[in-house]
């Protein structure tokens, strides 16, 4: 490791990339300015390994994906163009997505002409009045609240960069963010759906609701941000948006 | 020779990964009790150079978990009752076994996995990890940190049987036809699945590290 001073110095003064302007009439070539960041991403060039503290170069020119720590192999940051941007198309798809999946039932059983539905609140509910609150407040919880605020924060913070400014209560909600990543189980609670599946299908008739495969689809939104999402690309960003806006 | 960056000086920001110069940043530190805070000079988050208090955090989180491990597994986790039939009450043990002799053996298998392997799997490798910080072990470091990352990814996944519960008592209320409550053991085993959830994110891996570093000298 050959490291000589300054780590914090040298990649706070990037200068912003030259624009591309290819020689066309100004009016038919379609703009970049509404992109969050320029459309390479930017990562920061020295990081420490979150899982052993290595200190070690970022290359600033190898591919796109993962960059992962040379000696443990855990994931440092991630390299995908217009992630930002991605992310936050995928976020708005995932809160209509939660949105209907909170409102139509996941299930429903007949049985010899009574029918019944589950909605997610009405499952939390359920175990509410089974006497189990605190089990229903974990369900609640990992499976309404956190993808909830999981969306929330993503739109706080992507929504006010892709319109070019810096979000208010950035620390506080990138923190909540971080926070709040770990115990959202959308894609939990769909193994657990269709685990249900088995469970019921020989005991009465069973429909499969509307928020069953907008639970399903949710699980897939997540699953992309989470391959493409890199908290240190949009601080890097809010850093370059501040330092471009204040000398 | 080490190029770790405590080593050097140089804390990373858990947040926004910025590297900070602890010493330098010092002006902008604030004092908490006895020792002073370092925040983060691109978002302000508080710095240090390794979780606060990780071992103890993560020895009082597994040890509640051990405690709550055994009423999970033997006391019920559902009671169904059936018109007709006596009511029955499954543990988780007896929930997978009665999937598998009912020809559901993938689904078996799943609540197998989820809700007996992973969480004895979780138990069994933090405290493992514990006790070779411990004890200052320099072998398989790789391996070690790798094992970590997995235990601390597929924790959540012993949720399933808590929302398969959850669906099942929501759905299946036709008194005095059939009907489904959650037993005791539920509470016991979202405990366990939540403590064993913060004992691996209190658990700081580069703390292995560190631990081969000072045999090292």
Known sequence: ?????????????????????????????????????????????????????????VPADR????????RCGATLCRRIPRA???TLALMIAAAVVFAVANV???????????????TLLGMARALHQAGMTIVAMLVALTVIVMPGLEILAMLWLLVPLKLGVAPEGLQIVS?????????????????????SIGRLGNLAELHLGVAFWAMGALMFLFALVDTMFDEHVLWQHVAELREGREP | MTAMAAARGLLSCRVCGEVNRAAVRGASAGVHGASAVVHCARCGSPLH?????????TVAFLAAAYVLYLPANLLPILETGELGG?????????????????GWWPLAVVILIASIFIPFAKLGVLTWLVISVRRGSAARLRGRTRLYRLVDVIGKWSMVDIYVGALLVGLVRFEPLASVSPGPAAIAFGAVVVLTMLASQSFDPRLLWDAAEARRG
């Open chain 1, 1 to 57: 490791m050959n490291f000589t001073g300054g780590p914090a110095s040298n990649q706070r003064h990037i200068p912003p990339s030259p624009r591309i302007r290819p020689a066309l009439p100004r009016r038919t070539v379609a703009t970049l300015a509404s992109d969050i960041g320029s459309s390479e991403p930017r990562i920061p060039a020295l990081l420490a390994c979150p899982e052993c503290d290595l200190l070690q170069r």
């Open chain 1, 63 to 70: 591919g796109w994906g993962a960059i992962a720590c040379c």
């Open chain 1, 84 to 86: 930002l941007d991605t």
């Open chain 1, 104 to 118: 139509f039932p996941v299930m429903s059983l007949d049985m010899q002409g009574r029918h019944n539905e589950a």
């Open chain 1, 175 to 195: 923190r909540t963010l971080a926070a709040v990543r770990p115990w959202a189980m959308v894609e939990v609670f769909t193994l657990a759906a269709l685990v």
């Open chain 2, 49 to 57: 150079a390794r979780k606060p208090d990780s071992m103890r955090r």
């Open chain 2, 86 to 102: 006596p009511p029955r009450s499954d543990t988780i043990m007896s929930g997978v076994v009665t999937l598998w002799t009912g």
